[in-house]
């Protein structure tokens, strides 16, 4: 029997350490559930450990084969370029090695529950009165953001599948940078909606800079706004149903039986307004604690690395 590759989960990199450690604490939770599995996990930028140390890690184990999984929402530049090219980067510097590439986390089914779950206890939060009715409600979903069309369609595909029988009165969709409407606006139009009650609902897995900027955004609009109610719910956090899903994608990668979302990529499709993105080669990002040697000196690795 050929023993099942090790996993190696990409994570984003945050300058807030509370989310940087969140991260590396589900790594190792998922170590402490799969003994038989030789897990570790790397950031692509901004906080250790670097990608490359948890993979020099595993090959000092012993480890050859890989399924790496980006523990992300959507399917953006990290996840189309950044690791692709930085995975393409480790195989030159330990020969002999193979892996493949698992698919982003969302807008899986257990995901949502997860989201239907923060907007119950943000709904329910306030002691002593009765939790809001649903249909009362009007949810804005706030993504990431990004300069890449198809992950910010992502994320209105979450919202839409949210809503999907869930009888809250709509869920509208925000960005936090790069992409608009940013929180602010995203608050003004479910206002002109007619939204009384507001639960802005921040789509991201861990705590960190981006979802606390969130929250401060919506407590601002919601000072200047007292004509509704608004409440803002919690991150997904390592809830049993993410360690699960991370363990679904890698049996997927391990398997070989990734689909990719290959259909409105700006690497392969000429989008309106981002045509010159069409066969960009990928680069890894440079990460000031990987201490690789070819630093200052990016090789190009061919086209587009979705593996399909």
Not at 52 to 78: D, I, N, Q, W, Y
Not at 197 to 218: A, D, K, S
């Amino acid at each position: 029997m050929t023993t099942p590759p090790a996993l190696l989960i990409a994570g984003h990199g945050t300058r807030d350490e509370a989310g940087a450690e969140a991260f590396r604490d589900f790594v190792r939770e998922l170590g402490r559930r799969h003994p038989e599995l030789p897990v570790a996990g790397g950031f692509i930028e901004l906080s250790p450990p670097p990608l490359g140390e948890a993979v020099t890690e595993l090959v000092e184990r012993g480890v050859r084969r890989f399924a790496a999984v980006p523990l992300m929402l959507v399917s953006a530049g990290h996840a189309k370029g950044d690791i692709p090219a930085a995975l393409a980067r480790e195989k030159e510097r330990h020969p002999g090695i193979s892996y493949t590439y698992g698919r982003p986390l969302g807008p899986h089914p257990s995901l949502l529950t997860v989201l239907e779950r923060r907007l119950d206890e943000a709904l329910g939060a306030d002691a002593g009165r009765a939790p809001m009715d649903r249909a009362d409600v009007t949810v804005l979903l706030v993504g990431r953001g990004s300069t890449d069309p198809d992950a910010n369609a992502e994320v209105h595909r979450a919202a839409r599948l949210l809503w999907e029988g869930r009888g809250y009165a709509g869920v509208e969709t925000a960005f936090v940078s790069l992409a608009a409407p940013d929180v602010p606006s995203g608050l003004d139009r479910c206002l002109k909606l007619g939204a009384q009650r507001i639960v802005v609902l921040p789509y991201f897995l861990f705590t960190g800079i981006l979802p606390e900027r969130v929250r401060q955004q919506t407590e601002g609009w919601a000072a200047a706004h007292p004509e509704a109610e608004v409440r803002s719910a919690d991150v997904i956090g390592p809830e049993p149903e993410l360690l699960d899903l991370v363990m679904e994608r890698y049996r997927e990668a391990a398997a070989g039986e990734v689909r990719m979302n290959c259909d409105s990529c700006v690497y392969r499709i000429a989008m309106p307004g981002f045509e010159d993105k069409v066969g960009l080669p990928q680069q890894p990002h440079f990460h000031p604690d990987d201490d690789g040697h070819d630093h200052g000196h990016h090789h190009h690795h061919g086209g587009h690395a979705h593996a399909h």
